[in-house]
Nanobody, 126 residues
Framework: EVQLVESGGGLVQAGGSLRLSCAAS????????IGWFRQAPGKEREGVSC????????YYADSVKGRFTISSDNAKNTVYLQMNSLKPEDTAVYYC???????????????????WGQGTQVTVSS
């Protein structure tokens, strides 16, 4: 059974940091790309970052470049999203998702991913 479990969300003040984790199981981790998405109330789900385990490439939305860093621990089948200099507009439910076939220019679209976690809430206060 495929499982993606996010953790690490919480409440933080603007300018603070959080590290999200996405623990994966039930599939060959090295063959998949893992993406992070977020969804704020009343808004569409948007791509935040992605890492491709096939070639090591990473991708970031313009809104988080320079502040967020995605990384992977293949021994633990876990992907991390380090979020620094958080802003109130980063407030959302954050999801991780997995796909075995990543087209680099399409990483940001949710419908390209096969498996999803349940999400973790990130709230940034001003």
């Amino acid at each position: 059974e495929v499982q993606l479990v996010e953790s690490g969300g919480g409440l933080v003040q603007a300018g603070g940091s959080l590290r999200l984790s996405c623990a994966a199981s039930g599939f060959t981790f090295d063959d998949y790309a893992i993406g992070w998405f977020r969804q704020a109330p009343g808004k569409e789900r948007e791509g935040v970052s992605c890492i491709s385990h096939r070639d090591g490439r990473t991708y970031y939305a313009d809104s988080v470049k320079g502040r967020f860093t995605i990384s992977s621990d293949n021994a633990k089948n876990t992907v991390y999203l380090q979020m620094n200099s958080l802003k109130p507009e980063d407030t959302a439910v954050y999801y991780c998702a997995a796909t075995p076939r990543l087209l680099s220019r399409l990483w940001v679209y949710p419908n390209g991913y096969n498996y999803w976690g349940q999400g973790t809430q990130v709230t940034v206060s001003s």
